[in-house]
């Protein structure tokens, strides 16, 4: 299992940046310096910097700590995307839901859209759009008699994020969505816009010490605690069951194999009788999770009942 940030350095930027700024405007006392409204901040100070300034930081303690969960349970988007893919769309994600931002300001007049509520809302909420989109579920439940899957938790945090400041928080929410949209759709091509090597080079060279993580070392059964007297642990006697288990089961499986009595366009030739075996998941999960075990592979299948969308949503999450 990776550990909380391994592969995220974006993600662990974003918290760093958000939390630290959060924490210097609140002792600094620079608050007041966040709101962005219509009148007077734009009509008559001209105070254009604050489009700027309204998104680096929140005012209070609750929206700081909601938007850091939400953050950290979107760090597995970097992880599906790459940094590289993750930073661009963090980038276009902010740009589109400002200009919404400030379009609504400019054009719209009405009270929800004179006065925004400080804070990345649009940031946030375009990555919950684009983990609904591209994230699958582990599993789904029944409750109150709905069907819920594991990933309501982060879209009650979202709701419960709007909620704080709420109706200031409706354009931004929005604005957001509206933009995760825009990108899972591809609307212009805007997935394949990215960074120029050369800004993701001097990123790497200034930050790279303090967000990178180290390379991951392989990690196998040798790695598994060893007893006195030659005595084997229980979690090894249970890798290696599976093991016999699932090699049982694909030699019962070909045994299985029947001839189709020729008749019509039947051609006679042998069928298997599922139509993915077992190992057959295990070798394409271990070819889109190269550095998982196999026996954490095994594992993954048996918890989601040999379903390999859920065990490869398993690995994503748990690798």
Not at 42 to 71: C, G, K, P
Not at 125 to 151: C, H, N, Q, R, W
Not at 185 to 199: E, S
Not at 228 to 248: A, P, Y
């Amino acid at each position: 299992m990776l550990e909380g940030f391994t592969g995220t350095p974006i993600s662990k930027l974003l918290m760093m940046t958000l939390g630290l700024n959060s924490i210097i405007t609140n002792v600094m006392s620079w608050k007041p310096y966040l709101g962005l409204r219509f009148s007077p901040h734009i009509v008559r100070d001209h105070q254009y910097w604050r489009v700027f300034t309204s998104m680096v930081a929140f005012r209070n303690s609750s929206e700081l700590l909601v938007s850091l969960i939400l953050i950290y349970r979107l760090r597995i988007l970097e992880r599906l995307f790459g940094t590289k893919k993750y930073c661009s769309f963090l980038f276009m994600a902010t740009f589109i839901s400002k200009s919404l931002e400030v379009f609504s300001l400019f054009f719209i007049r009405t009270k929800l859209t004179n006065v925004f509520a400080p804070g990345p809302f649009g940031l946030i909420a375009a990555g919950v759009i684009e983990y609904y989109s591209v994230v699958p579920s582990s599993f789904k439940t029944k409750l109150f008699g709905f069907m819920v899957s594991d990933k309501a938790f982060t879209y009650l945090l979202l709701a419960q994020l709007g909620f704080i400041q709420f109706p200031f928080t409706i354009i931004p929410l929005i604005s957001g969505m509206i933009a995760g949209s825009m990108y899972s759709n591809n609307v212009a091509d805007i997935q394949f816009w990215r960074f120029p090597n050369i800004l993701n080079k001097s990123f790497a060279h200034v930050f790279g010490n303090i967000l990178f993580s180290g390379p991951l070392s392989p990690r196998g059964t040798e790695t598994l605690p060893q007893l006195n007297n030659g005595q084997r642990s229980g979690f090894s006697i249970g890798l290696d069951s599976l093991n016999r288990n699932n090699q049982t089961q694909n030699e019962t499986q070909q045994t299985n194999m029947r001839p189709v009595a020729p008749s019509g366009n039947n051609t006679g030739q042998s069928i298997p009788q599922d139509d993915i075996t077992v190992e057959e998941n295990i070798l394409q999960l271990q070819a889109m999770f190269p550095d998982s075990s196999r026996e954490r592979i095994i594992i993954a299948l048996q918890s989601s009942n040999y379903d390999p969308n859920r065990a490869a949503s398993n690995l994503l999450e748990f690798p």
